[in-house]
């Protein structure tokens, strides 16, 4: 049996504590996404935005939350993922991804899932539905 199979309800993945986002991570999302706004890459252009400072693309964020579903790549797929941005993610916030069963079946595993900051505020928060393949 599978580790996602073996999920009851409540039980949560491993989260992830990601390294304190720098602007190279930034620059690299910008040339991999093609999403060149400045308010990503430039000071300036963030505070001319009325930003505190740069920050960082909200798929960035999304993209990592990704990473909590990676080891079970081999269980089943992401189906389906609706989220909600709460927060902006700034140069040096180190963000934790978090993903909690709610709702198990033999078929399907519906997650919460959220990415914080590390003062513990919401950037995103939403759900994930893994299809699994079954055994």
Same mark, same amino acid.
């Given at each position: 049996?599978?580790?996602? =199979? +073996?999920?009851?309800?409540?039980?949560?993945?491993? /989260?992830?504590?990601?390294?304190?986002?720098?602007?190279?991570?930034? $620059? *690299?999302?910008?040339? *991999? /996404?093609?999403?060149?706004?400045? $308010?990503?890459?430039? !000071?300036?252009?963030?505070?001319? *935005?009325?930003?505190?400072?740069?920050?960082?693309?909200? =798929?960035?964020? =999304?993209?990592? #939350?990704? +990473?909590?579903?990676?080891?079970? @790549?081999? &269980?089943?797929?992401?189906?389906?993922?609706? $989220?909600?941005?709460?927060? =902006?993610?700034? #140069?040096? !916030? @180190?963000?934790?991804?978090?993903?909690?069963?709610? &709702?198990?079946? !033999?078929?399907?595993?519906?997650?919460?899932?959220? *990415?914080?900051?590390?003062?513990?505020?919401?950037?995103?928060?939403?759900?994930?539905?893994?299809? #699994?393949?079954?055994?």
């Amino acid at each position: 049996m599978s580790t996602i =199979m +073996k999920m009851t309800n409540g039980d949560s993945l491993p /989260s992830i504590k990601l390294e304190p986002v720098t602007r190279e991570d930034l $620059i *690299a999302y910008a040339n *991999a /996404s093609g999403d060149h706004n400045p $308010i990503h890459q430039d !000071d300036q252009e963030a505070l001319n *935005a009325g930003l505190p400072g740069i920050i960082a693309h909200g =798929m960035w964020t =999304m993209g990592n #939350l990704t +990473k909590l579903f990676t080891p079970y @790549v081999e &269980e089943g797929y992401m189906e389906e993922i609706q $989220i909600r941005f709460r927060g =902006m993610v700034f #140069l040096g !916030d @180190v963000v934790t991804l978090e993903a909690r069963a709610d &709702e198990v079946s !033999d078929e399907t595993v519906r997650f919460s899932v959220r *990415a914080s900051q590390q003062d513990d505020r919401s950037v995103l928060e939403g759900e994930v539905f893994m299809r #699994l393949y079954g055994e």
